[in-house]
């Protein structure tokens, strides 16, 4: 059975740090292009890092770049997003997701064109405010 447990949201204040984590049973995720993605309230969801499968490859929204990265721990079977100098526009539930379908498996670009992100986490709420 294919399930994903999201952790490590909360509240901080801005300049903070958080650390998610998506734990995946039911699917390999070095198998997969993997990413983070998150909607603020009244917004569209936009895509916010990705790791490739076969070169593990990242790349990052211009807004995140620098400030979050992603990773992944192929033992654990987790991936993760360390989110540092956390600002008020990063608020939002984020979803991690994993793509069943990738132009290529050397990389992976955000937004993600035609790849295509099958399986999503519940969504953790990250709230970033004084």
């Known amino acids: 059975q294919l399930q994903f447990v999201e952790s490590g949201g909360g509240l901080v204040q801005p300049g903070g740090s958080l650390r998610l984590s998506c734990a995946a049973s039911?699917?390999?995720?070095?198998?997969?292009?993997i990413g983070w993605f998150r909607q603020a309230p009244g917004k569209e969801r936009e895509g916010v890092s990705c790791i490739s499968s076969s070169t593990s490859r990242t790349d990052y929204a211009g807004s995140v770049k620098g400030r979050f990265t992603i990773s992944r721990d192929d033992v654990k079977n987790t991936m993760y997003l360390q989110m540092n100098n956390l600002q008020p526009e990063d608020t939002a539930v984020y979803y991690c997701?994993?793509?069943?379908?990738?132009?290529?498996?050397?990389?992976?670009?955000?937004?993600?064109?035609?790849?295509?992100?099958?399986?999503w986490g519940q969504g953790i709420q990250v709230t970033v405010s004084t």
């Open positions: 039911g699917l390999t995720l070095s198998y997969y292009t």
């Open positions: 997701a994993v793509a069943d379908f990738t132009p290529t498996p050397y990389i992976c670009s955000v937004p993600p064109g035609n790849a295509r992100y099958r399986y």
